[in-house]
């Protein structure tokens, strides 16, 4: 089993400000945080590495990334990260669906293929909304893999990394890897895990 890489509060904040000043300003929260999923989904499969590298657990509605849904919602984070996250984004009703930007997003903390796979996403599931863009979670083998047991009544089930190298029988050509490829990035992210994993003993 894979755990998560290191969860950036700076890149949850950025991309879901991002998001939200891509269309009028302000996004559903579920909608950005399926989108953020499918980015960092993509950029696993293609370069090793998630975006945010969120902790993610699947839930009926879909992987929901934990820091994510708490920066978006201003809390159950550290201080640092909430004073760096109001900055940039407010929820502007009770229940917190909607997100507003309140500042320029702040790039610098994200790569040229960070960018790169916010942006195909974002163009690629832009038009769904956030029910739409679940049921096309609910097509891949990571979430699948989980099915069962969320069915049976468990309310959430932590994902893995190594999951999300599986392929998908749903056909979705932004996520299209070859074999050879998606293998040869799959053990450069197992490489950079045991790398991580000895610095932080």
């Known amino acids: 089993m894979i755990n998560t890489p290191i969860t950036s509060y700076k890149k949850a904040t950025q991309a879901l400000n991002l998001l939200a000043r891509k269309k009028d300003g302000k996004i559903n929260k579920m909608k950005a945080m399926k989108l953020i999923f499918l980015a960092d989904r993509l950029h696993l499969r ?28 201003l809390s159950s984070i550290s201080e640092e990260a909430l004073m760096y996250a109001r900055k940039y984004i407010k929820p502007i009703d009770g229940k917190k669906r909607t997100l507003v930007s309140i500042k320029q997003e702040d790039l610098s903390v994200f790569s040229k293929t960070d960018i790169e796979c916010i942006e195909a996403v974002y163009d690629k599931f832009s038009d769904k909304d956030q029910f739409e863009l679940a049921d096309i979670t609910h097509e891949f083998s990571e979430w ?25 029988q749903k056909g979705y050509n932004l996520f299209f890897q070859s074999k050879l490829d998606l293998e040869t990035v799959k053990e450069y992210f197992l490489e950079q895990k045991e790398v991580s994993d000895f610095f932080t003993k």
């Open 144 to 168: 699948i893999k989980h099915k069962k047991e969320i069915d049976g009544g468990k309310k959430r089930v932590k994902m893995n990394y190594d999951d999300f190298f599986i392929d998908t």
């Open 46 to 73: 293609k370069y090793g590495r998630p975006i945010v590298g969120d902790i993610y657990w699947a839930m009926k509605l879909g992987p929901v990334g934990s820091l994510t849904k708490n920066v978006a919602e």
